[in-house]
């Protein structure tokens, strides 16, 4: 792999999206109410690093194997950490969240045995559309806890009664869904991935 393989803006910008999961965690257990709200903006920020690095990497021919395997890394860490958070904080039933944690490291392990067998795993479009509704779900979630303090800090709860119990379960009606695609992206990639294997 050469140099110029690894410094590709696409590349970087889905380095910058794993950089960006720590302190989007920190900023999400804060107790500061409008810092809690940047957690959100920093989240969007990441996402929004999802929605260019492909289409960056495409426009200017820098697709490159390590951006191939980055650009899906990246998604994964960004959700997980969110998604394990909102366990954390009560949000989300765990037992929604372990099978969608549990998917993406057997498809990163496949993905990193097919390198070593100089095959590539691309990523299916089944499985964009469940990592575009994991960001769109933990997006929804993270505008609900920043509504609720915003209207805590104000005092307007009494008005808009966004309390736990509403949030808790919105949150797990879309992990529902996202539960759902997961599950079926995971199956679709094991059976190609077994297919594809057993053809070689």
Same mark, same amino acid.
């Given at each position: 792999?050469?140099?110029?393989?690894?410094?590709?803006?696409?590349?970087?910008?889905?380095?910058?999206?794993?950089?960006?999961?720590?302190?989007?965690?920190?900023?999400?257990?804060?107790?500061?109410?409008?810092?809690?709200?940047?957690?959100?903006?920093?989240?969007?920020?990441?996402?929004?690093?999802?929605?260019?690095?492909?289409?960056?990497?495409?426009?200017?021919? &820098?697709?490159? $194997? =390590?951006?191939?395997?980055?650009?899906? *890394?990246?998604?994964?860490? /960004?959700?997980? %950490?969110? +998604? @394990?958070?909102?366990?954390?904080?009560?949000?989300?039933?765990?037992?929604?969240?372990?099978?969608?944690?549990?998917?993406?490291?057997?498809?990163?392990?496949?993905?990193?045995?097919?390198?070593?067998?100089?095959?590539?795993?691309?990523?299916?479009?089944?499985?964009?559309?469940?990592?575009?509704?994991?960001?769109?779900?933990?997006?929804?979630?993270?505008?609900?806890?920043?509504?609720?303090?915003?209207?805590?800090?104000?005092?307007?709860? &009494?008005?808009? $009664? =966004?309390?736990?119990?509403?949030?808790? *379960?919105?949150?797990?009606? /879309?992990?529902? %869904?996202? +539960? @759902?695609?997961?599950?079926?992206?995971?199956?679709?990639?094991?059976?190609?991935?077994?297919?594809?294997?057993?053809?070689?």
């Amino acid at each position: 792999m050469s140099k110029n393989d690894l410094l590709t803006w696409p590349n970087a910008l889905s380095t910058l999206r794993i950089f960006l999961t720590p302190l989007f965690v920190l900023l999400l257990f804060t107790e500061v109410w409008y810092l809690k709200s940047m957690a959100f903006v920093v989240f969007v920020v990441a996402a929004v690093t999802d929605f260019f690095d492909g289409r960056l990497a495409r426009s200017s021919d &820098r697709i490159t $194997p =390590l951006g191939r395997f980055l650009d899906p *890394l990246a998604d994964k860490i /960004l959700v997980t %950490a969110a +998604l @394990l958070a909102f366990v954390w904080g009560g949000l989300v039933h765990v037992w929604l969240v372990v099978p969608v944690v549990v998917r993406d490291v057997v498809i990163t392990g496949l993905r990193l045995y097919s390198i070593y067998h100089g095959r590539e795993l691309a990523t299916s479009k089944l499985a964009k559309w469940k990592t575009a509704t994991q960001l769109f779900a933990v997006a929804i979630i993270l505008v609900c806890i920043s509504l609720q303090g915003f209207l805590e800090r104000f005092d307007w709860l &009494r008005v808009v $009664p =966004l309390d736990d119990d509403a949030i808790q *379960l919105l949150s797990n009606g /879309l992990m529902g %869904a996202v +539960l @759902l695609l997961t599950v079926l992206s995971g199956l679709h990639y094991l059976f190609r991935s077994n297919f594809t294997f057993n053809k070689s």
